[in-house]
């Protein structure tokens, strides 16, 4: 059994409604490139050297990065020596069972945030501005919500114009309470009074809010690192997750920030903003090989329920399924030629 029917048994049933939403949301990149995938197979028949430069250059394309596209190469250049694969039929198979591989190699990962019963889980997003962090937080906390949590927002970005409103905004639509102070105010200071006022009412996750950018960027880090240090006098062991909020239109500029902001943050997973709107889908293989933090949601769309945990296997599902189809495809003409 083909990996592409592998992932289409596992996603059957329960999942196929979030399968495609990460199908929808990979839109652009699918067509940007498995479609040259496909057409690379399709031109190609033989898997050979040049066969593997030119997808070599299709994946850097996409931004999967330079690592990943050396060790994918590998892997594959390996597993076409092991089985003795001659022609290109199947490899879009293949090479998605390799990605997914890659994803999960390393220390275990997994998308699900670190939210324990009868304590008062902290969350605190970080990122530059334009990111997308607030309506993130905003969509995070309606998810929560609907799973049955209390959730608390803190406006922890008093330098932005206009940040602490989006916030309360995104409160009032989800019907989440926002701690807030004036424009301006100390960040620590908004973040301490929302730790205390979610102790007191029991709250079950505080999201926190916070800057994203001050004068320089050594300003911007110190203040994180006091937010930090404010929220573990509090609560011993928080912030419980560090999630950075990256905008996947970026490509390899979101890898850059992410090693700048892990450097003081110490980053326990990545919400991977946009990816419906760039062809540059490749980042999460990146950002989860070069810096080994786990990429635990993905903004698929707009709609408020666009906000999904990042799943590899959908992932991967979404980039290649018009090689799924091509394949369904391929088996029902043989089935038809088989009946002849």
């Not at 892997?75 to 994803?103: A, D, F, H, P």
């Not at 803190?154 to 309360?168: K, M, N, P, S």
């Not at 205390?196 to 029991?202: C, E, L, M, P, T």
Request: proline letters at 1%.
């Amino acid at each position: 059994m083909s990996f592409f029917k592998k992932i289409k048994d596992k996603i059957s049933g329960t999942n196929e409604a979030v399968a495609e939403k990460f199908k929808d949301g990979l839109t652009k990149t699918r067509d940007s490139f498995t479609s040259k995938v496909n057409d690379l197979v399709f031109r190609f028949r033989v898997v050979d050297e040049e066969f593997f430069e030119e997808l070599e250059e299709l994946l850097l394309q996409a931004d999967v990065g330079f690592e990943t596209v050396m060790e994918l190469i590998d892997l594959l250049k390996e597993e076409v020596q092991r089985k003795n694969i001659k022609n290109t039929t199947g490899m879009q198979s293949l090479i998605s069972e390799k990605l997914v591989e890659i994803y999960n190699s390393g220390e275990a990962v997994t998308s699900e945030l670190d939210i324990k019963e009868d304590r008062l889980n902290v969350i605190l997003m970080v990122g530059v501005n334009g990111v997308g962090k607030t309506t993130t937080i905003g969509k995070m906390a309606a998810r929560l919500k609907k799973e049955g949590k209390t959730v608390m927002l803190a406006a922890g970005d008093t330098f932005r114009a206009g940040a602490i409103e989006q916030l309360v905004v995104w409160g009032e639509r989800t019907g989440v309470e926002v701690v807030r102070q004036a424009e301006g105010s100390d960040p620590a200071a908004v973040i301490f009074d929302a730790v205390k006022a979610a102790k007191k009412r029991n709250v079950d996750v505080l999201i926190c809010d916070t800057a994203g950018r001050l004068q320089n960027k050594v300003n911007l880090m110190n203040e994180l690192e006091k937010v930090h240090r404010v929220i573990g006098r509090e609560i011993e062991g928080a912030p419980h997750e560090v999630l950075l909020a990256l905008d996947a239109t970026t490509g390899q500029n979101a890898l850059i920030q992410a090693q700048t902001f892990n450097e003081v943050t110490n980053v326990t997973g990545i919400v991977l903003t946009k990816l419906d709107g760039t062809a540059k889908g490749g980042i999460v293989l990146a950002i989860r090989n070069k810096l080994e933090i786990p990429v635990k949601f993905v903004g698929l769309g707009e709609g408020i329920d666009d906000l999904q945990p990042f799943d590899p296997e959908k992932y991967v599902y979404g980039l290649f399924a018009n090689g799924l189809e091509m394949e369904e495809t391929d088996d029902h003409e043989a089935e038809i030629e088989e009946d002849k």
